[in-house]
């Protein structure tokens, strides 16, 4: 049994071996393709489960808000956040519909999916996926573990190589990525 101070350095030390396999040009295309999306004024919309769905949340306040672009807003959704529609489809239609059936209402050709995942194997993040393949929305996916269905399908992909069920740092770099690209965003239009 290892101390806490010991257990901590190394969990620090495996999540900074993590970050340097980051593949610094996907997160940079993806971080373009936000761009490309506030000036084309399509919607890029998020989405996950668990830990997974305070990471998309946390991923539209930095995009949106943190960005400070309201005369050209990012146009960013969390799937995750409306608790009436998602019970409402879960109880009504399975689960496996609540995201879906929001990218049936509100999503367009043009716009973006962004989806986060360790496994990559969520039924409802497979069903969305599988939407907008065929209704021309480009899909992002932050994967881990060894990506699953996700890595597979989706247009752009930055991944975590974890083992599998390694949670806690799977979802530390996909943060990781949303910080950076909040801060790239601040730098970029706050300095201009």
């Known amino acids: 049994m290892s101390t806490s101070s010991a257990y901590s350095n190394n969990y620090l030390e ?4 993590l970050i340097s396999q980051l593949d610094r040009e996907a997160i940079g295309k993806f971080a373009d393709l936000l761009l490309e999306s506030r000036e084309s004024s399509t919607t890029t919309f998020f989405l996950g ?10 991923f539209v306040n930095d995009v949106s808000l943190g960005s400070r ?4 807003p990012f146009r960013a959704i969390s799937l995750c956040d409306n608790q009436a529609v998602i019970t409402a489809i879960a ?10 059936q929001q990218l049936q209402t509100l999503a367009k050709p043009g ?13 409802n993040l497979i069903k969305a996926v599988e939407y907008a393949k065929d209704n021309e ?6 994967t881990a573990f060894d990506g699953g269905y996700l890595k597979e399908n989706c247009n752009l992909n930055i991944h975590v190589p974890t083992k ?14 949303c910080g950076l690209v909040g801060s790239y965003f601040r730098e970029k239009f706050l300095d201009a």
């Open 14 to 17: 495996y999540l900074t071996d």
């Open 111 to 123: 716009d973006n999916i962004v989806c986060i995942s360790a496994s990559g194997n969520s039924k």
């Open 137 to 142: 929305i480009f899909v992002v996916g932050l």
């Open 69 to 72: 672009q309201f005369e050209k």
């Open 49 to 58: 489960n668990g830990g997974s769905a305070s990471t998309a949340t946390h």
């Open 164 to 177: 599998v069920g390694e949670y806690g740092p799977a979802e530390d770099l996909h943060m990781v990525v």
């Open 91 to 100: 109880n009504d239609d399975g689960y496996e519909n609540i995201f879906l």
